[in-house]
Nanobody
Framework: QVQLVESGGGLVQPGGSLRLSCAASGTIFSINGMGWYRQAPGKQRELVATITSGGSTNFLRSVRGRFTISSAKNTVYLQMNSLKAEDTAVYYC???????????????WGQGTQVTVSS
């Protein structure tokens, strides 16, 4: 079993910052990549940022230049700066995990953490 535990969400004023963390634990041989998604009420879930095991990153156009993704020891971080009201959403982390040498790669999700940007 693989678990992803998220932390760092909360309420912040426009222009403020938050850092989200997501730690993967359990039976893990390797992690191919990790990322962050978000979902606002009435909207579809969208990809925010991803990072591969090799360190390559990709960002949603609307957060590029404001958000930074990084990873270390099966943990992924999302540093969010210059937050806007439209960033308000539930943020979910995701990891592509190989549990053993011969296992296929399987995606796992964190429980979600609420980020609210409001004055």
């Amino acid at each position: 079993q693989v678990q992803l535990v998220e932390s760092g969400g909360g309420l912040v004023q426009p222009g403020g910052s938050l850092r989200l963390s997501c730690a993967a634990s359990g039976t893990i041989f390797s992690i191919n990549g990790m990322g962050w998604y978000r979902q606002a009420p009435g909207k579809q879930r969208e990809l925010v940022a991803t990072i591969t095991s090799g360190g390559s990153t990709n960002f949603l156009r609307s957060v590029r230049g404001r958000f930074t993704i990084s990873s270390a020891k099966n943990t992924v971080y999302l540093q969010m700066n210059s937050l806007k009201a439209e960033d308000t959403a539930v943020y979910y982390c995701n990891a592509l995990v190989k549990k053993t040498f011969n296992s296929q790669v399987t995606g796992y999700w964190g429980q979600g953490t609420q980020v609210t940007v409001s004055s």
